[in-house]
């Protein structure tokens, strides 16, 4: 498993801007994806975005396409994920995961942080 450690989540007014960042504890493999998923109260686990650690393949949720951007730095062993245009209803707890292949499926990732608030007001 690698160890996850998320940070950046606050408070934020509509519009605003936050970048997440989310580093590993190890190196990671080439094959691996890196991805964040968000829950917000009362509501399932979902997909926000992914990359590809070796080419930097992106996917993002129809929700966040053009407002969110993630990225990675592989020196640091580092993920991003910089949110601009918040709106109230981005409000969750932001998680980062990773896992081999491709998958965006929450029960697919084998390795999971512990997340960080972001809670946008209106």
């Known amino acids: 498993q690698v160890q996850l450690v998320e940070s950046g989540g606050g408070l934020v007014q509509a519009g605003g801007s936050l970048r997440l960042s989310c580093a590993a504890s190890?190196?990671?493999?080439?094959?691996?994806?890196m991805a964040w998923f968000r829950q917000a109260p009362g509501k399932e686990r979902e997909f926000v975005a992914r990359i590809t650690w070796s080419g930097g393949s992106t996917l993002y949720a129809d929700s966040v396409k053009v407002r969110f951007t993630i990225s990675t730095d592989n020196a640091k062993n580092t993920v991003y994920l910089q949110m601009n245009s918040l709106k109230p209803e981005d409000t969750a707890v932001y998680y980062c995961?990773?896992?081999?292949?491709?998958?965006?499926?929450?029960?697919?990732?084998?390795?999971w942080g512990k997340g960080t608030l972001v809670t946008v007001s209106s």
């Open positions: 190890v190196r990671t493999f080439s094959s691996r994806v």
């Open positions: 995961a990773t896992t081999f292949g491709s998958s965006r499926r929450v029960d697919a990732m084998d390795s």
